[in-house]
């Protein structure tokens, strides 16, 4: 109640501002009415380690968010959030790891003002902790924010995946990232690329770090289908390039040919898909609850995507971690994990028409060949077991706040 109180005063003023000022002015005094408010709030927010996140709704990006603070957690972390999430599924855990502020009421992206004014809160709290990190993700305020941090402040940003535009905003501020992070091989390739184009200075590169997702992986591996029946799953978002019409589309298909397949879709996805073709798909909406997720990935025996562009989804590896077999496009870093009829299917990137061919056709083996789906199945799981465990995740992001002797481990941050 306090909080939403503090949030209509602030709105309130900027108001009054906007009304009588020119923009130049207004920004300034913008951003000066950040720093008294961020004097106030510094007191209750003093950290060794501050994170710049959008949302705390479901997705994959925010549980990967969720297990880098847990990891971090002895340092006593403050999480901003900065867009309006869509629901606050995932806010309590956030609040189990870390001290949290959000924003997002504000939608600040609609106004320069609102930027300004909280770019002069969070400078003023961060600056006032002395030596610290601040950690952005997918969050252009993080970005605008770097050039008002001291330069003792160790600033590092994670990217999920190459050209969604982020990595364009962040090329502004590369000299000033201390280390980033990608989550696959491919978009360390891609950033040493935009660097040469753009030319960046090549050391630039030594910053770039490697650091693959985890998941969480159940005991045993899944339980066998004995139905006729093969379970496909849907996980995700309805945006653009997930390109969830196809689905529908593939759904009919197999309808038509009488494929023994049910479709099943996770997400605020049924406005993605074809009118025509939503009878063939059972839809079931957002699903907040972890264990409910595990049970529907236990229930199922294909995940499916076409996307046309991916980082490495978080999906694939709970599908993998669950012995799950993956049909998906062949884009992102899918395949430094999925090999080809051996622990997942890849599918070209070509045309609509003809990834709807080569997915039913994949469907289709699957449908006819119990042995080959199982031992597809017992692979990617295994896959997973090797790769995808969270104690390598949570070594490799203390390595890398700590590994240079920034942080001490027991003792906190280092002077």
């Known amino acids: 109640m306090a909080e939403n109180i503090l949030y209509r005063h602030i709105k309130s003023v900027l108001r009054e501002l906007i009304q009588h000022m020119e923009i130049p002015l207004i920004l300034t005094i913008s951003l000066l009415t950040g720093r008294i408010l961020g004097l106030f709030l510094t007191p209750f ?102 050039p008002h941090l001291k330069p003792q402040i160790c600033c590092i940003d994670l990217l999920h995946a190459f050209g969604g535009g982020i990595e364009d905003v962040s090329l502004l501020y590369v000299n000033r990232l201390n280390k980033r992070v990608v989550i696959n091989k491919r978009t360390v390739n891609d950033l040493r690329d935009q660097y040469q184009l753009n030319n960046i200075a090549e050391k630039m590169n030594e910053r770039i770090f490697l650091i693959e997702n985890c998941v969480r992986i159940p005991e045993g591996a899944r339980r066998d289908n004995d139905e006729s029946i093969l379970r496909v799953l849907y996980v995700g978002r309805g945006s653009e390039e997930k390109r969830v019409h196809l689905i529908g589309k593939i759904s009919h298909r197999c309808y038509l040919s009488n494929l023994p397949v049910e479709f099943i879709l996770v997400g605020d996805v049924k406005d993605s898909v074809d009118e025509q073709h939503r009878k063939y798909c059972n839809f079931l909406g957002e699903v907040e609850n972890e264990e409910q997720i595990s049970e529907i990935y236990s229930n199922s025996d294909i995940l499916l995507l076409v996307s046309s562009r991916e980082g490495f989804p978080l999906v694939i590896m709970e599908a993998m971690a669950h012995g799950i077999v993956t049909i998906s496009t062949n884009v992102g870093g899918i395949s430094e994990h999925i090999c080809n009829g051996h622990n997942g299917f890849l599918i070209k990137n070509e045309s609509e028409a003809l990834i709807i061919k080569n997915v039913f056709e994949v469907l289709s083996k699957l449908a006819s060949n119990k042995p080959l789906m199982d031992n597809i199945s017992h692979e990617a799981y295994e896959y997973a077991k090797t790769n995808f465990n969270c104690k390598r995740f949570c070594s490799e992001y203390k390595n890398l706040v700590w590994g240079d002797n920034y942080f001490n481990f027991e003792n906190g941050l280092k002077k």
């Open 45 to 146: 927010f003093r950290s060794q380690f501050f994170f710049l996140f959008p949302t705390h709704h479901i997705g994959g990006a925010e549980k990967v968010h969720i297990k880098i603070v847990h990891c971090l957690r002895k340092c006593n972390p403050v999480v901003f959030f900065t867009n309006r999430s869509r629901n606050p599924a995932l806010k309590k855990e956030f609040m189990q790891n870390a001290r949290t502020l959000d924003f997002g009421h504000f939608n600040y992206f609609d106004n320069l003002v609102y930027v300004d004014f909280w770019i002069g809160v969070l400078c003023t709290i961060i600056n006032n902790n002395k030596t610290c990190v601040v950690f952005g993700c997918n969050n252009v305020l993080f970005y605008r924010l770097i």
